[in-house]
C-alpha cells in the first residue's frame, strides 16, 4: 500500500565543510536568500522535513523552517554518515534524501524516487541513473530497515553512497527523460553557484 506523501519525511544534508567553495555549503545564498530557503520552496514537499548538519556548522541560515535539525555525531565522514544520523532518529518506514548542494532538484524528482521505491518490494533503497548512464546518489529514497547496513557499511570505512549498490537490494534506476540537465547542477565551486544564478536569471 502505497505510503500517503504527507507521512514521508525529506531530509535534507547540509553538512559539507565546502572546501572548494570557500565555505560551508549551508551558508550559501541563492539571490537574496539562504539557501536552505530557497530549497525548501522549490520541493514544497508535503511531508515532515528535517535538515542534518555538522558539529560546528549549526543552525545555517534558513535551519528554523525545517521540522528538527539534527547534527552528525562526528564530523567529516560525508554525506552517507548524514543519512543514517537520519535514519537513526526518524521512525518512518521510508525517507528520502537531498542535498544542500543540488538545487536543481525538486519535488517532483523526490516524489519520482519515492514511487520507484514503493513499487519494489525487496529493495531497500532508489537512486538515480541519468540518461547518459552515470549515476546519481542522490534523490536518494531509503527504507528504514537499510539502516543496520549502512551503519556496518561506516564501521568499516566505507563513506561512499554510490557504493550501496554492491547490494542487490539496492538500485540505480533510469530516470524519466523528461528530466532536465540543471536536476544535476551540483555547487562545489563559486562559479557552479555563479552560473546557477545566472541560468535562474534567465528564466525570469
Known amino acids: 500500500m502505497s505510503i500517503p506523501p504527507s507521512e514521508i519525511p525529506m531530509v535534507m ?3 559539507g565543510e565546502g572546501a572548494r567553495m570557500g565555505t560551508p555549503k549551508g551558508l ?5 536568500q539562504p539557501i536552505l530557503s530557497y530549497l525548501l520552496a522549490r520541493v514544497a514537499w508535503p511531508g515532515p522535513k528535517f535538515l542534518v ?3 560546528g556548522r549549526e543552525h545555517p541560515p534558513g535551519w528554523e523552517a525545517f521540522d528538527q535539525e539534527w547534527a552528525d555525531p562526528v564530523a567529516g565522514l560525508g554525506p552517507l554518515r548524514g543519512v543514517l544520523t537520519a535514519l537513526e532518529r526518524v521512525d518512518a518506514p521510508l525517507l528520502v534524501f537531498a542535498t544542500v548542494d543540488m538545487p536543481g532538484i525538486g519535488g517532483e524528482h523526490l516524489a519520482w524516487a519515492v514511487a520507484q521505491l ?14 547518459d548512464g552515470q549515476i546519481e546518489p542522490f534523490p536518494l529514497a531509503l527504507r528504514r530497515e537499510s539502516r543496520r547496513l549502512i551503519s556496518e557499511r561506516l564501521e568499516r570505512g566505507s563513506r561512499s553512497v554510490h557504493r550501496l549498490l554492491d547490494d542487490q537490494r539496492f538500485a540505480a534506476l533510469s530516470v524519466p527523460g523528461e528530466w532536465e540537465p540543471e536536476v544535476w547542477i551540483n555547487l562545489n565551486e563559486r562559479r557552479d553557484l555563479q552560473q546557477f544564478v545566472d541560468s535562474l536569471a534567465k528564466r525570469e
Request: hydrophobic share 40%.
Open 53 to 55: 548538519t555538522a558539529p
Open 13 to 15: 544534508l547540509a553538512g
Open 28 to 32: 550559501l545564498r541563492i539571490g537574496q
Open 118 to 131: 514503493e513499487q519494489s518490494a525487496g529493495r531497500l533503497g532508489v537512486m538515480c541513473r541519468r540518461a
